[in-house]
């Protein structure tokens, strides 16, 4: 059987119209050993396209089949089944060791957050997003980190606008709003 949209869709067509007339099966045999021995490494997408394997699943939990009809559509599956979740075992046992980490900025160095290295999975796409994603998230630590210095020297600097009222100064600039306003000292006590 050649492994192609258009050959495993004949073989589906042919699959079912073999069940139809004969609800045992047993016409199926031989369609099934081809099946069987068919290369399908690498593409196992084209099967669930064509549908061939739903119909192979069919018959292999259909009630009124012959026994080796059944089991002849079982081993198909697990053929699949190999060849499906081989590459992911082989992708992880030959998976290099993943990249050290990047030295973490000086900025999360502070916060006592640690950055943790990528895990990698073997697809590149996902360890690309997955690498983004990360980096994302530390600079978006990083920036929280400079907002929170920020509030905490705008709390210092109305501390000494407080500690200068009571010391007499004339002017004292106080940040908000993002700009500069000047207050005069003496007559923001007196509103008080």
Known sequence: MEVTEQGCREMAAKLEKTTE???????????????????????????????????????SKRDGCDREVRDLAEQVIQKWRRILNAPKASAKNAAPAPAPAPAPSPSSASSGFKSRPVAKTGEPTRDMVRQKLQQVFEAGIAANESRLREHESDTAEMAQAKAARGVGKETLEVRGGGSGHMYMAAEYAKRL
């Open 21 to 59: 007339k004969d609800p045992s099966g047993v016409g199926a045999i031989e369609l099934l050993k081809l099946v069987l021995d068919a290369d399908v490494k690498d593409k196992l997408k084209i099967l669930s396209a064509t549908k061939l394997s739903k119909v192979v699943v069919k018959l």
